[in-house]
């Protein structure tokens, strides 16, 4: 996420075992259209989804709050949120310990879906010590906001982490990220809870970016992720597809076999237009792209609010008036956006110093062993914004998880992992020299959804 100016992926592998035991879990009522996950998009019914959206955070990035537990505050903010257009709002932490229904009802009834980043400042993994910091107590903690918000219809998708990675250096975290969200997957389905999507925010980075994409989305079924995201501050108006560098990003990712979208966009550096609306729901983008989400809502000291909020008066500004009229401006394309029907994993990553320090072939950490009785008994009470945090607390994970450890029945049983996932290749249409697929020993795994048309629901 952006503090000044100057700083500047869906689960396809769900067995039939996961979707009849979440038949058990009663369902919230809601009149909120399910959505589904077909190859690299979302959909609502039969129509393709793109994300509108905004990244939600009142009070901005150095004031700890949850949005979701003030339901006056949210009511409030609902209006213009619809005003807007929007149909996703983005949340980057919640205070599990407190209630959430007002509020998660109100923004179905409108309509709204919620992508929510599971960790706070001081449950999160620290890229610094990211073994120390993957720890039985952290995991207790997103598993009990998980736990939570899974019971929501409206809630689209989780976030594992963000930003994690922000350099070549800090790619040695990347394997304890990939850790929290097949851990997160795991609890999901071993739980018998909805699958809420799990997947990552990348940073506004060129130098590892695309690595970091393929290596969310390759090995184990159990492994990948259910989608990716990264946060893009390239087009800065007056700007165009090509002078952004757009235009690339969806070559690069073309064949990607994930649904993919902006979780942060909105360079402020000049007068924000927005132009890149028109661009970013075009049918040069859909292919690859799912929408985006806005930073950000609020006004702070950063400059890139859409509204000032003083108490219970809200003061939309020129930001907002011009996404407004973006947004009406741009009509979703008609069909399906041309997107890949098939999907498909990457190959892992080649080591490549210094901008990525991940072996191809290394295998992730186990989950530590403590936190392994959250599969089956739950993760109980969470401990809140009051929480004493975990970054230097627990139990470490104890060396490397076996392929396929994340599977439910071994990692309930302790027994044996599963066998990996074969595969005949990629997404059709990847590109190895994109994709710098990896040695034939590591092999490529295709999801389930090439086999069942990739299709399920997600809310």
Request: glycine share 10%; with cysteine; proline share 5%.
């Amino acid at each position: 996420m952006k503090a000044t100016a100057a700083s500047v992926a869906t689960a396809i592998t769900l067995g039939a075992s996961t979707v009849l035991g979440a038949a058990t879990i009663k369902a919230r009522d809601s009149d909120i259209t399910p959505i589904t996950v077909k190859g690299n998009a979302f959909f609502k019914g039969d129509e393709r989804f793109y994300m509108r959206g905004v990244d939600y955070q009142p009070g901005g990035s150095s004031d700890l709050s949850d949005p979701i537990a003030d339901a006056d505050g949210c009511k409030r903010d609902i209006k213009y949120f619809k005003e807007l257009g929007l149909n996703t709002i983005r949340v980057y932490s919640v205070d599990n310990s407190q209630d959430h229904d007002e509020c998660m009802e109100a923004l179905a009834e409108a309509g709204i879906y919620l992508v929510l980043d599971v960790n706070t400042p001081e449950y999160s993994i620290n890229r610094d010590k990211p073994h120390k910091s993957y720890n039985d107590v952290y995991l207790q903690y997103i598993f009990a906001t998980i736990e939570k918000f899974a019971k929501y219809d409206n809630t689209l998708a989780f976030f594992s982490g963000n930003e994690v990675v922000d350099d070549g250096p800090s790619s040695a975290a990347a394997p304890y990220v990939k850790a929290v969200t097949r851990d997160m997957r795991t609890y999901l389905r071993s739980r018998k809870l909805r699958h809420v999507p799990v997947g990552y925010s990348a940073a506004d980075v060129n130098t590892n970016r695309l690595e970091m994409a393929e290596y969310m989305n390759c090995g184990t079924d159990d492994e990948r992720s259910d989608f990716f995201a990264f946060n893009d501050y390239s087009w800065c108006d007056p700007s165009s597809f090509t002078t952004s560098g757009w235009d690339q990003k969806v070559k690069n990712f073309t064949g990607y076999g994930l649904p993919l979208f902006l979780s942060e966009y909105g360079c402020n550096i000049n007068t924000r237009e927005f132009n890149e609306v028109e661009a970013l729901y075009s049918e040069k983008m859909t292919p690859v792209y799912s929408g985006g989400l806005v930073y950000e809502y609020t006004q702070g000291k950063n400059n890139y609010g859409l509204v000032k909020v003083d108490g219970d008066d809200v003061k939309p500004n020129k930001d907002y008036k011009a996404l407004k009229a973006a947004f009406e401006e741009t009509d979703n394309p008609k069909g399906n956006g041309n997107y890949n029907s098939t999907g498909g994993a990457s190959g892992c990553p080649v080591k490549s110093l210094p901008n990525w320090n991940v072996d191809a072939d290394a295998l992730l950490p186990a989950m530590p062993a403590p936190a392994k009785k959250y599969l089956t008994e739950g993760a109980g009470k969470g401990e809140g914004f009051s929480g004493a945090g975990s970054q230097d607390a627990g139990v470490e994970s104890s060396g490397d998880a076996t392929q396929g450890s994340g599977d439910v029945s071994a990692a309930t049983s302790g027994g044996a992992a599963a066998s990996p996932t074969s595969s005949e290749g990629a997404a059709p249409g990847l590109k190895p020299s994109q994709f710098g697929f990896a040695a034939a020993s590591v092999g490529m795994v295709t999801v389930l959804s090439t086999v069942f048309g990739a299709a399920f629901i997600l809310l």
